[in-house]
């Protein structure tokens, strides 16, 4: 592990001060710590790493993937109002009953991402949900962060906060039955973006990293890089390899272990606002590209987010980016890319759950398959292909 994380600092450029994006300015090199010291290379995981590399190893098992359903009340809520539905707890009951009660699920989903309400809810026939998870052979996750606030300093950017106390809480769900978490922090191209907003998303993710596997839980480490922006694939590509260079640096000093984590990262596509279109070979190409420059094959996992991409072509790019052999188990992480036809499906009606039900396995199977290179599109409806982007949040 040690060997791993060494090959690591000694294989990553330094970047020179000038080799940042669009004027900005990177830290001096000065900063980077002696990669020769004991100290830089030592990797801790507690007492529980041999669990935390089995659980990251048990959510990324061939043919499945994440169903992150872990929206805040209040994204729970506008995904409601969309099919007009009031927000309030037990219609968040009854939506989260449908999805973590689909028969057969777990053949296709390995986790499932929920937010606190949800990890302490029960579904609407008084079990766990937690319970019901682990019966499906689904591993219960947690989002753990506290959202996104304005970074003073920087071009309009934010940071995620929730360190403060994080420990704690992340023991009380380890009790509770969770064995993974997550944190997402964003960067914005047309903001930038600034190398203090990078800096302060590689350091919270690791800080989160490193408290997390210190209390039993495999962290997912998802710094996504916004849809938003006219700005082609190149740049694109151009910022998430200066900001997965810092995630990684930051990840080994903070003695992070690496086969005990997993990433959330988005796929290397034009801006949502961009002229020009990308084919799901360009986007498996460009994003294999940028794996195969910055992450470590000791990393288990690839659980891409759906970035803002309609159902259908989150899937056709995770089969296209699997139509080779790669070092991680490349699959998903979707949310809307998973629930947007089950819940328009659903409509708040009950008569319509087993066909949202329906839907949604449909999704989940699709997803498989594209985790096995062996997707087709077929049977895809018209809902299925529409975009689901939304401006400054395209999970």
């Keep these: 592990m040690a060997s791993a994380s060494a090959t690591l600092l000694k294989s990553s450029p330094?970047?020179?001060?000038?080799?940042?994006?669009?004027?900005?300015?990177?830290?001096?090199?000065?900063?980077?710590?002696?990669p020769s010291s004991a100290s830089?290379?030592?990797?801790?995981?507690?007492?529980?790493?041999?669990?935390?590399?089995?659980?990251?190893?048990?959510?990324?098992?061939?043919?499945?993937?994440?169903?992150a359903m872990d929206e805040s009340n209040a994204t729970c809520g506008k995904r409601l109002a969309s099919i007009g539905l009031e927000n309030t707890e037990a219609n968040r009951q009854a939506y989260r009953t449908l999805l973590v009660t689909v028969p057969g699920l777990g053949e296709y989903i390995s986790?499932?991402?929920?937010?606190?309400?949800?990890?302490?809810?029960?579904?609407?026939?008084?079990?766990?949900?937690?319970?019901?998870?682990?019966?499906?052979?689904?591993?219960?996750?947690?989002?753990?962060d506290k959202g996104l606030v304005p970074l003073a300093g920087s071009n309009d950017e934010s940071w995620c906060q929730g360190l403060d106390g994080l420990a704690s809480r992340s023991a009380a769900y380890y009790q509770q039955g969770a064995r993974f978490a997550k944190w997402r922090t964003v960067v914005s191209i047309p903001n930038g973006p600034s190398a203090l907003a990078v800096k302060e998303a590689a350091w919270g993710l690791a800080r989160y990293a490193a408290i997390s596997q210190e209390n039993g839980l495999v962290p997912i480490v998802e710094p996504e890089i916004l849809l938003?922006?006219?700005?082609?694939?190149?740049?694109?590509?151009?910022?998430?390899q200066k900001v997965w260079s810092e995630v990684f640096f930051y990840l080994a000093e903070n003695n992070v272990l690496l086969?005990?984590?997993?990433?959330?990262?988005?796929?290397?596509?034009?801006?949502?606002?961009?002229?020009?279109?990308?084919t799901p070979l360009q986007v498996a190409d460009y994003t294999l590209k940028l794996l195969h420059r910055r992450i470590p094959?000791?990393?288990?996992?690839?659980?891409?987010?759906?970035?803002?991409?309609?159902?259908?072509?989150?899937?056709?790019?995770l089969n296209a980016m699997n139509q080779s052999p790669n070092p991680w188990h490349v699959s998903f992480s979707y949310a809307r890319a998973l629930q947007n036809t089950c819940l328009k499906t659903w409509g708040g009606l009950p008569e319509n759950v087993k066909?949202?039900?329906?839907?949604?396995?449909?999704?989940?199977?699709?997803?498989?398959?594209?985790?096995l290179g062996k997707?087709?599109?077929e049977g895809e409806s018209e809902e299925a292909t529409r975009g689901m982007f939304v401006k400054g949040y395209s999970y």
């Design 297 to 317: 094959p000791a990393v288990p996992g690839i659980m891409f987010l759906s970035g803002g991409q309609s159902e259908v072509e989150a899937t056709l790019n």
């Design 259 to 278: 086969e005990g984590i997993l990433l959330k990262p988005s796929m290397v596509t034009p801006g949502a606002e961009s002229k020009d279109k990308a």
């Design 228 to 240: 938003d922006g006219e700005h082609g694939i190149d740049r694109t590509f151009e910022v998430a």
């Design 375 to 377: 997707y087709t599109a």
């Design 355 to 371: 066909a949202a039900q329906d839907a949604l396995l449909f999704r989940a199977k699709s997803n498989s398959l594209a985790q």
């Design 40 to 67: 830089a290379l030592t990797i801790k995981a507690a007492s529980y790493a041999d669990e935390l590399v089995k659980t990251a190893k048990t959510v990324a098992s061939p043919g499945r993937g994440i169903l």
């Design 14 to 34: 330094v970047l020179d001060k000038c080799e940042w994006v669009k004027g900005q300015t990177l830290r001096q090199p000065l900063v980077r710590c002696n």
């Design 111 to 144: 986790g499932a991402i929920l937010f606190e309400e949800t990890l302490y809810q029960s579904t609407v026939d008084g079990r766990k949900i937690v319970d019901v998870l682990v019966d499906q052979n689904i591993v219960p996750g947690i989002k753990v």
